[in-house]
């Protein structure tokens, strides 16, 4: 059973003011200690073994007689053999006896499975954790029909392969490295048939996955990935922020689109099939004219959730769109939690949260804040699950 709000209140209760603020060691978890120190918030990371030198060495926190910080921004690691530990007893009672609050990132969702954040890990959440399921396309509730609720545009979906008739893109994960994407394009049932070929044979989708793979129209225009907040602690009306944006680094795709067409056609064959996996991130402002579109798609998730799933979303989320050549953007994604390519703007501060804050505003020194000031302000229960 969830963790009901009554347990939750009794279990904060118990915490420290202000809490520990931990995260699993992957994704954003950077940007999630760096934003808790700022804020004057104790880090702590839940690292895999021979997966922890980040964390352990190369940014683990180093302080002056005085107990200042000199450099870096983790306080502490806890290491397990396997990420799914974390759920396990004897680590539940460790995390809650010191404090710890968990800020959810792609990685929990992803190594922990989600029948045990919903049911079994009774540790706070800082956010939704019954909106974490919506990310898996596999659902039969998922973010596609959350968007639609919400009025919120998204790629037209194609029923199968045989109604290809225009440039498609097929989502399903890789066949071996399940986290990662196995997505390709195609324009016709015919192409689908030879790239499903081609793939299967070098070990880039399984033929499992191809029942359950969403197809839907490839829209053509720029990646924005939105990076949201909403905070319950204030008025509606002032709850939902634009913190950022950024835009993804996939290979080998990018490294295909910089080469020249008449290079990509001297490529072995293998190499002309893009793969999607992500690499890395980078930063974006869009256009002044578009902002109120951002904004009302925003509201619009942020209403939709809190019918469907109460509380609603909380805390961090990212819609990622394509912006068609009209400045429509198009949502083909969304975390419902910190998004994965915040990190390039930690320390930095995201553009928009640095208007609206006045001082450097990352997502991760943004769920830092909220933490601090829940605490303060007695509300810490406000803003878990």
């Not at 999630?32 to 073994?49: F, K, N, P, R, Y």
């Not at 299967?200 to 990935?225: C, K, Q, S, W």
Request: include cysteine.
């Amino acid at each position: 059973m969830p963790l009901s709000l009554t347990e939750v209140r009794a279990l904060v209760a118990q915490y420290p003011s202000p809490p520990v603020v931990g995260t699993v060691g992957s994704h954003s978890a950077l940007d999630v200690a760096d934003g808790a120190v700022t804020e004057g918030l104790s880090s702590l990371i839940l690292a895999q073994a021979g997966r922890d030198a980040t964390y352990t060495r190369y940014f683990r926190s180093v302080r002056a007689p005085d107990g200042t910080r000199t450099r870096g921004c983790v306080d502490d690691v806890w290491t397990f053999s396997k990420f799914a530990d974390i759920v396990s007893p004897a680590a539940q009672e460790r995390l809650r006896a010191a404090g710890v609050v968990l800020v959810p990132n792609r990685a929990l969702s992803s190594y922990v499975p989600l029948s045990a954040i919903e049911d079994d890990l009774r540790v706070p959440i800082v956010g939704s954790r019954m909106m974490l399921r919506i990310e898996e396309r596999s659902e039969r509730e998922n973010y596609y029909t959350l968007l639609e609720r919400a009025g919120i545009s998204t790629p037209r979906r194609i029923p199968g392969p045989d109604a290809i008739d225009r440039l498609a893109i097929v989502k399903l994960p890789h066949a071996t490295r399940r986290l990662e994407r196995g997505f390709f394009t195609v324009a016709s049932p015919e192409a689908y048939r030879a790239k499903v070929e081609r793939l299967v044979a070098r070990g880039t989708i399984a033929p499992d996955d191809l029942a359950t793979a969403r197809i839907e129209e490839y829209v053509l225009g720029p990646v924005f990935n939105f990076n949201y907040f909403f905070s319950p602690l204030v008025p509606r009306e002032e709850g939902l922020e634009l913190l950022g944006v950024d835009e993804r680094r996939e290979s080998n795709l990018d490294g295909l689109v910089r080469l020249p067409a008449a290079q990509q056609l001297e490529l072995n064959d293998s190499d002309r099939i893009p793969e999607y996996t992500v690499v890395g991130h980078g930063t974006l402002t869009v256009r002044e004219s578009i902002l109120e579109d951002v904004f009302r798609m925003g509201e619009k998730f942020v209403d939709a959730a809190r019918a469907q799933y109460p509380p609603g979303i909380i805390g961090p989320f990212c819609l990622q769109t394509c912006i068609d050549r009209n400045g429509r953007p198009t949502v083909f994604d969304v975390a419902a939690r910190i998004g994965g390519g915040t990190n390039v703007h930690l320390a930095l501060g995201h553009p928009y949260g640095n208007a609206l804050y006045r001082t450097a505003m990352s997502s991760g020194r943004r769920v830092a804040l909220e933490i601090r000031n829940a605490s303060e302000q007695g509300r810490l229960a406000e803003i878990v699950t």
